[in-house]
């Protein structure tokens, strides 16, 4: 089988998967307990009034009804108006979703280029000083909760040396507005975005790091790395071009996975900076049976993790030869 | 005119216990376009004899002692970026055991090819380095076109061919082949130790062949060289290691492999395991395994006694041949229950202690 095929194939894939997803979530949402009013009930809330708050949320219709609208908002993009907020969700996520992925992405962009570095090396200079230090780094890394290691963060650069601002995403009365780069490439953003990114590199750090070393060390036990040194090599070309090349496949696959859940807000993050991403919104939206806002938050972590999956197979076709289209 | 030589080579490991006498007092010359055979048991030492040529050990592997001259070069005293400029596949280059994963799986073949000529000779251009290697591949009978395969799509043997190809791509002076044919079916098996021999004798390269196959060698090799533990016990042109041995151990390993032409031919095993190799003490290494020793092989180790024509053999008894040639070939000679005996107790008292050990066990 060809790789048009192959990918032809994968997409299809893709969209049973995404479909059996959103479906998975519109039951478990019906499935919940409670209904948004209980939020509203309040003393001077009669029976008539409530039934018609419901009607006017169409909870009213039968299942099957509310599911076909719900596809059909699904596929023009409409994801309705949140309960709580009487905005249209996709106004409310669309903000803290691209908060969300600039926090993320740069936390998990230097935990992966700084894991796989380090964990190659260590697992290069095997049974060095430099291995076994990186190992109990990593673990300590690893086993800091994210709260502690922002908080500490937070004694230490903020409230100690005075380095970084407190909280937030930007200094209050400062300039908003302007486009993307106006928006998160201000010095300002950016003194922002430090401690929380740093904590969450370190979070995820250990992932790459220690996967990257253990899938070295089998790597390097290979026939072909004794054949590259036997060729002359130097030893920067074997441990580049030849292990570490190697070794990344399954990294590829953690990685995707990885970023998956990151683009779902690290809701502890997010709480200790206050930061305003999705991680909070979706708890918040899920206490208040905000059902439009919090499904679209699910829908949209969820598909990142479809998503991402998808992205990783078709690399996997360009990173290893090996893979068969099968 | 002698192209290697080894002498009193030394190559220990770093263990717990100790060190390993991998290669202990090894020396061997090879002469240009020569091929040698290194036969022994596995963990014999004669793969890190091997490698110790181009210094590729691992890291607590250490040359103690010895030197290793090649084509006038001290090896022994290179640095490791000379090692690699000067020695290292241009000069010498090695065939893995098993080439389907001697080859890194996520290039193509062709452009490893191309790799390492372009590492060694600078001025050659991409496409020239290609062009030879698919040339290569003409001479080694595979189609030049799979020159832009991965490994993982060629079968074993072709694998092999290409992995000669890539052991060939810089015309070495020496090429080390480490069990070349060992993972292949007999019939590609004999394909490919032609191949080898055809294209060795057209560049003129000197090769050591190392396997614990004698039929393998008796076919490929001028001379032999048996390594027992970390020795190399006898040396020998290929035709009189096969049918005028000296060495009890050699004569055992003879026993273990089927002639074709003698159907009534008995296999005979040596009995015991390969010895220990943390500090073995003063005596012959094969003694405990040896259906001939005497007290003098417990005490002394033997040093290499010369029998004419390049034949050498590290043996106390090794004058008396023809009752030796005689016993070897008998089945009852190499009984497994007769080990524990055969150790006298009369020597060392620790030694004598460490018998009765064995014996009430």
């Given at each position: 089988m060809g790789l048009r095929a192959y990918v032809v194939r994968r997409c299809l894939q893709l969209v049973v998967t995404f479909w059996a997803f959103f479906t998975l979530l519109f039951v478990l949402f019906r499935m919940?307990?409670?209904?948004?009013?209980s939020m509203f009930i309040?003393?001077?809330?009669t029976p008539e009034q409530r039934e018609q708050r419901i009607a006017e949320l169409g909870l009213n219709e039968p299942l099957h009804v509310q599911y076909i609208e719900y596809v059909r908002q699904l596929l023009t993009g409409d994801f309705g108006?949140?309960?709580?907020?009487?905005?249209?969700v996709t106004s409310i996520i669309a903000v803290r979703f691209m908060n969300t992925i600039v926090l993320m992405a740069t936390a998990l962009i230097f935990a992966y280029i700084i894991g796989i570095t380090f964990g190659a090396l260590m697992g290069w200079w095997r049974d060095s000083r430099f291995e076994r230090g990186g190992i109990v780094v990593t673990l300590v890394a690893r086993s800091s909760p994210e709260f502690w290691v922002g908080i500490v963060l937070l004694s230490v650069f903020?409230?100690?040396?005075?380095?970084?601002?407190?909280?937030?995403m930007r200094t209050t009365g400062g300039e908003l507005g302007g486009g993307f780069v106006a928006r998160y490439g201000s010095l300002d953003f950016l003194r922002h975005l430090f401690l929380p990114a740093l904590t969450g590199a370190i979070a995820y750090l250990a992932t790459p790091t220690l996967l990257m070393r253990s899938t070295m060390l089998d790597v390097l036990n290979a026939d072909f790395i004794e054949i590259k040194k036997a060729e002359g090599l130097p030893e920067r070309t074997v441990l580049y071009k030849h292990a570490a090349r190697n070794s990344i496949l399954p990294i590829v696959t953690v990685a995707a996975i990885a970023t998956g859940t990151a683009m779902g807000g690290s809701v502890v993050i997010e709480t200790v900076f206050n930061w305003p991403g999705m991680g909070r919104e979706m708890v918040s939206a899920v206490n208040n049976n905000d059902y439009p806002l919090a499904m679209a938050a699910f829908f949209l972590m969820g598909s990142v993790v479809i998503i991402m999956n998808f992205v990783a197979d078709l690399a996997y076709v360009y990173l290893d030869p090996r893979v068969e289209y099968e | 005119m002698t192209l290697l030589d080894i002498d009193g080579l030394k190559t220990y490991y770093g263990s717990d216990d100790g060190w390993?006498?991998?290669?202990?007092?090894a020396s061997l010359s090879i002469e240009r376009g020569e091929t040698v055979g290194l036969v022994?048991?596995?963990?014999?030492g004669k793969t890190t004899l091997a490698k110790s040529i181009i210094?590729?050990?691992?890291?607590?592997?250490?040359?103690?002692d010895g030197s290793i001259e090649f084509d006038g070069t001290e090896i022994t005293e290179l640095s490791d970026r000379e090692l690699r400029r000067?020695?290292?596949?241009?000069e010498i280059s090695m065939i893995p055991q098993n080439a389907m994963n001697g080859f890194?799986?996520?290039?193509?073949v062709g452009d490893q090819i191309v790799e390492v000529i372009r590492h060694h000779e600078d001025d050659t251009s991409k496409a020239e380095a290609r062009e030879r290697g698919r040339e290569l591949f003409d001479d080694l009978g595979?189609?030049?076109?799979?020159?832009?395969?991965?490994?993982?799509?060629?079968s074993g043997g072709m694998a092999q061919r290409a992995m000669i190809a890539l052991a060939l791509a810089l015309s070495p002076s020496l090429v080390l082949a480490d069990?070349?044919?060992?993972?292949?079916?007999v019939v590609i098996q004999d394909r490919i130790l032609e191949t080898i021999k055809e294209m060795q004798e057209e560049l003129n390269s000197a090769m050591i062949m190392i396997t614990h196959d004698m039929s393998v060698v008796s076919e490929t090799c001028d001379r032999i060289a048996v390594v027992y533990g970390g020795r190399i016990v006898e040396l020998a042109d290929a035709e009189t290691i096969i049918?005028?041995?000296?060495?009890p151990y050699t004569l055992g390993l003879r026993n273990a492999f089927p002639d074709i032409?003698?159907?009534d031919q008995e296999l005979i095993s040596i009995p015991g395991t390969p010895p220990?190799?943390?500090?073995?003490?003063?005596?012959?290494?094969f003694a405990p395994r040896c259906?001939?020793?005497e007290e003098e092989c417990w005490e002394v180790t033997p040093q290499p006694e010369s029998y004419g024509d390049g034949h050498q053999v590290e043996c106390?008894?090794?004058?008396?041949i023809e009752h030796l040639q005689a016993e070897a070939?008998?089945?009852?000679?190499?009984?497994?229950?007769d080990l524990g005996e055969?150790?006298?107790?009369?020597?060392a008292d620790e030694q004598a202690a460490e018998a009765e050990v064995e014996l009430d066990d």
């Open positions: 919940m307990p409670g209904d948004p009013t309040m003393d001077g809330m108006q949140s309960f709580i907020y009487n905005d249209p903020v409230f100690w040396l005075g380095w970084f601002p407190s909280s937030g | 390993v006498r991998a290669t202990d007092d022994g048991e596995s963990g014999s210094r590729l050990l691992p890291d607590n592997a250490e040359i103690v000067q020695i290292r596949w241009s890194d799986p996520v290039y193509t595979i189609d030049p076109d799979r020159i832009d395969d991965y490994p993982h799509q060629f069990e070349p044919t060992t993972a292949l079916d049918t005028n041995p000296r060495h032409s003698d159907d220990e190799l943390v500090d073995p003490g003063e005596g012959c290494r259906p001939f020793a106390h008894r090794a004058d008396e070939g008998k089945k009852e000679t190499w009984r497994e229950q055969r150790k006298p107790v009369e020597t």
